[in-house]
């Protein structure tokens, strides 16, 4: 979608407030991408943004993410509108967190990819929906969902501060605050450092 360079300044002025981790040459710069992704999308979105597919690719090529149910929550959460396409704003907006943002951002962007059914709670169900998709299961393993299941028992043992069977917000947040490493407990969500 070509813009005038005014409406450029004006979206890279806004979007530089809004995704305060990008600098302005960095937000042209996610613009300049988006609009190259879009054109080679050629999707049914009328150049307003790309859907699905192209997003999961990009998250594939880019961070090296492969999880069906990842890939699938990660654009839910960027897709805020639930258009089914992400849009220049949850694109710039999305990817501040998702490279730059604080502890308490990933936090509530973790809980919200591990939260399948987005009633508040990581449940025992989710859990180990995550974990099955995100372990190496060995041909060898006679019981492999067993092995899940005690994955799930030991994470709510860690975890479940007010031991009612399935972590809200808050337990979620003291545990990553005591033990950083547990932010993607149920399965990378995030792109690595590099």
Known sequence: AAMSRKGLKLLVDSLSRSAKHFNKGEVECLIKLFDTLVAKASSHFAGAGFDRIV???????????TDDVV?????SIFDRDNSGCITVVEWVEGLAVLLRGTLEEKMKYC??????NG????????????LKNSLLIQPADEE?????KDLVEIALKKMDYDHDGKLSFT??????????????AFGPCLPDIK
Do not use: C, T, W
């Not at 809980?111 to 399948?116: G, N, T």
């Not at 492999?144 to 899940?148: A, F, K, L, Q, R």
């Not at 990553?176 to 547990?182: I, K, P």
């Open 55 to 65: 997003f999961r690719d990009i998250l594939h090529s880019a961070f090296g993410m």
């Open 119 to 130: 009633d508040g709670y990581i449940s025992r169900e989710e859990m180990f929906q995550m």
């Open 111 to 116: 809980f919200k990819v591990y939260d399948l």
């Open 171 to 184: 337990d979620f947040e003291k545990a990553v605050r005591d033990e950083n490493l547990l932010l993607e």
């Open 71 to 75: 890939l699938d929550r990660v654009f």
């Open 144 to 148: 492999p969902d067993e092995g899940i």
